[in-house]
């Protein structure tokens, strides 16, 4: 058993039934939550009782009418039955928000951190289409040696080798993240 993993999927399932509206998406992620915690766990013990999953699952079944989602529910006992719950609810999780909400936190909480490490500090941004300069502009401010070479007709400015790896681009994290 990963603890960590089972931690997250419970944190998942407090978050949606504390902190979410009352709504499909709320019931899905505290059901996916319950099956995912059931098949993490040797006990198959699972965050609801076996009556608050079935008023859970009336409840997005009700949910989902009102807020007239095309999802199509299929019977809790035939899941169960066939042992497909958890792959049921992720799916239709999947469905009902297109966007990968938990990449999105984790974009927002590395956001959160990286403005706290520059709090009260000067930030430049630079800013410019590939090949206008901005990493030899950084270079230039960091004090590595500079040349300039011909290519063709074009006058280019690079760094000069200096026999220790390039420390800029040791020091840089490039992060490009699609949600």
Same mark, same amino acid.
């Given at each position: 058993?990963?603890? $960590?993993?089972?931690d997250?999927?419970?944190?998942?399932?407090?978050?949606?039934?504390r $902190? !979410?509206p =009352?709504?499909?998406?709320? *019931?899905?992620? !505290?059901?996916?939550?319950?099956?995912a915690?059931?098949?993490?766990?040797?006990?198959?013990?699972g965050l @609801? *009782?076996?009556?608050?999953?079935a008023?859970?699952?009336?409840?997005l079944?009700?949910q989902? /009418?009102?807020?007239?989602?095309?999802?199509?529910l =299929?019977?809790? +006992?035939?899941?169960? /039955?066939?042992?497909?719950?958890?792959?049921?609810?992720?799916? @239709? %999780?999947?469905? %009902?928000? =297109? @966007? &990968?909400?938990? %990449?999105? !936190?984790?974009?927002?909480?590395?956001?959160?951190?990286?403005s706290?490490?520059i709090q &009260?500090?000067?930030?430049? @941004?630079?800013?410019?289409y590939?090949? *206008?300069?901005?990493s030899?502009m950084i270079?230039?401010? $960091?004090?590595?040696? !500079? /040349? /300039?070479i011909?290519?063709? &007709?074009v +006058?280019?400015?690079e760094?000069? =080798?200096?026999?220790?790896? &390039?420390?800029? $681009?040791?020091?840089a994290?490039i992060?490009?993240?699609?949600?």
């Amino acid at each position: 058993v990963i603890w $960590a993993e089972v931690d997250k999927i419970a944190s998942h399932f407090h978050f949606a039934s504390r $902190a !979410m509206p =009352p709504c499909a998406e709320r *019931s899905l992620v !505290m059901l996916q939550s319950h099956f995912a915690h059931r098949q993490k766990l040797p006990s198959g013990s699972g965050l @609801l *009782s076996n009556e608050e999953v079935a008023e859970v699952y009336e409840g997005l079944v009700q949910q989902l /009418r009102t807020e007239q989602h095309s999802v199509r529910l =299929p019977d809790l +006992e035939g899941l169960h /039955r066939a042992g497909t719950e958890l792959h049921c609810f992720t799916n @239709l %999780l999947s469905e %009902l928000r =297109p @966007l &990968d909400m938990p %990449l999105l !936190m984790s974009l927002v909480s590395s956001i959160e951190q990286a403005s706290k490490h520059i709090q &009260d500090k000067d930030v430049i @941004l630079l800013l410019g289409y590939t090949g *206008s300069g901005k990493s030899t502009m950084i270079h230039y401010l $960091a004090g590595s040696k !500079m /040349r /300039r070479i011909l290519h063709g &007709d074009v +006058e280019h400015i690079e760094t000069v =080798p200096n026999g220790h790896q &390039d420390t800029m $681009a040791a020091l840089a994290e490039i992060k490009t993240n699609y949600l």
